[in-house]
């Protein structure tokens, strides 16, 4: 059993199931609605507490926003009124708005969209203004159940505690996962999402 495996097991004997947004983040088998929130809050989350982006949600829920086909057809100065909660809104709305008329242009829907092999789509993501590896790689992993590992502050943070590597680096910490564990989003989405909740838990500072 590798390093990766044993921390990935010591987890889920500490928390269990994962919490708060990760219970729909991780859910099996989500409907189409469910992987259009996901994909949202993927990219409201950057730069922001997760509390933050349940505002903007709620906002866009109340506002009969919260679906992709409808965002791609809002203004983007609408779009901006609802996303202020989470900072950076002019930017996140333009982002928003352009993932979501990507998904209805070339795929008709998410669940389409998903039929796509990962590697087309990652790229097809990066190209989108506003979207970055992170974010892309949250969409692949958590709205589209690609198996990819998402890099993130947190999970440096542990990597470092735990001694498990030197090199950060985005790709090759990337690599680094995926090498160590069995290639299944059910682990990666898991695994990643309990290395958030590991990392504020306790309290551990950035590096």
Not at 76 to 103: D, H, I, W
Not at 116 to 124: F, N, P, Y
Not at 135 to 141: E, K, M, V
């Amino acid at each position: 059993m590798s390093k990766f495996e044993s921390l990935f097991f010591k987890l889920v004997k500490k928390y269990g199931k994962a919490r708060n947004q990760w219970r729909l983040w991780c859910k099996r088998n989500k409907n189409e609605k469910e992987r259009e929130e996901v994909a949202i809050g993927a990219i409201l989350t950057q730069r922001t507490s997760w509390q933050n982006v349940e505002k903007a949600i709620e906002n866009l829920k109340r506002a009969g926003l919260l679906s992709l086909r409808k965002i791609s057809l809002t203004h983007q100065k609408k779009l901006t009124v609802f996303l202020k909660p989470t900072g950076f809104y002019q930017r996140k709305a333009e982002c928003l708005l352009s993932f979501s008329k990507f998904v209805i242009k070339n795929y008709g829907s998410i669940n389409d969209m998903k039929k796509v092999r990962l590697e087309s789509l990652r790229e097809e993501l990066l190209k989108i203004n506003g979207i970055g590896k992170e974010t892309a790689d949250s969409i692949l992993l958590y709205a589209l159940d690609k198996p990819i590992f998402v890099i993130d502050e947190y999970t440096r943070r542990i990597v470092k505690r735990e001694h498990l590597t030197t090199d950060l680096s985005y790709d090759d910490l990337q690599k680094i996962f995926q090498d160590n564990l069995k290639k299944d989003f059910k682990i990666y989405q898991d695994f990643h999402a309990l290395l958030v909740i590991e990392c504020q838990s306790e309290k551990i500072k950035r590096i």
